[in-house]
């Protein structure tokens, strides 16, 4: 696992856009939340990649399908547009379908067979990746997922009211995560710190979830100075 320290959050989204750059995806495998999104601005201004396809991680149930919130609207919004992607060259999970397990297995599914180059990753700061809560084990695929509490109130911030934020979500699972060829995770903020140290010094732990990501031979991890303070001082 490479780690990459920048002086700040504006910093890591260059050098992640720079290493994303590198594996020259076709197939990106996008994220959602607040920190991966100074690497989408950094991808739009680049002029050498040629992505066709983006691939989404999760999507909460139960929103309305024109709700702002909706990880497809987001990932339209802050990657597709900036990037040029067309809507119906972005995957995400049916989370209106009548059968949602049988909509996470066919996720799967489609994320195996479109074969991801890069998968950038946030991280909660409990450690989960996609909505991969802690307890999830390594093996794990694309799955209905209740989340919890903790995510729920870090979630709050982009909700009217912090009862709007959904209890359940589709997400991919670890093992579908590391089938992507190289993965960036990106981690910004001193609210990160503790599950970063966690991270990079292992061991893997199915209580820190992104501790899986050590048994991937092309992991990279940006991070910015708040974000890495506590290396060393544990
Ligand atoms: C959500 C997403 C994760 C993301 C996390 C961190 O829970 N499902 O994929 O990594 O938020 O978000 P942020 O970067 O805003 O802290």
Redesign the pocket.
């Given at each position: 696992m490479h780690v990459e320290v920048c002086r700040d959050a504006e910093r890591a989204g260059v050098t992640a856009a720079a290493i994303i750059a590198e594996g020259q995806p076709r197939v990106l495998g996008v994220?959602?939340?607040?920190?991966?999104l100074p690497t989408y601005r950094a991808l739009a201004a680049r002029t050498d990649l040629s992505i066709e396809t983006l691939v989404l991680?999760?999507e909460y149930i139960g929103l309305d399908p024109d709700h702002p919130e909706r990880?497809r609207t987001v990932v339209l919004r802050d990657v597709a547009v900036p990037l040029g992607v067309p809507a119906h060259c972005v995957l995400s999970p049916d989370v209106d379908a009548a059968d949602l397990h049988d909509a996470a297995a066919r996720y799967d599914e489609l994320v195996r067979t479109s074969h991801v180059d890069v998968q950038i990753?946030?991280?909660?700061?409990n450690g989960?990746?996609?909505?991969n809560e802690p307890g999830t084990p390594a093996t794990s695929t694309t799955r209905v997922v209740e989340?919890t509490e903790a995510?729920r109130r870090?979630?709050a911030r982009f909700f009217e009211h912090p009862d709007d934020v959904p209890h359940r979500?589709i997400?991919q699972g670890i093992a579908t995560i590391l089938a992507a060829r190289r993965i960036v995770l990106?981690?910004?903020?001193a609210?990160?710190a503790d599950a970063i140290a966690r991270l990079l010094h292992g061991p893997v732990d199915t209580a820190v979830p992104a501790t899986a990501l050590l048994a991937h031979s092309d992991v990279v991890v940006v991070v910015d100075e708040e974000a890495h303070h506590l290396i060393g001082a544990r």
């Open positions: 994220a959602t939340g607040s920190s991966p991680l999760d990880y990753l946030g991280l909660g700061r989960h990746i996609a909505f989340l995510t870090d979630n979500a997400t990106i981690a910004t903020g609210a990160k």
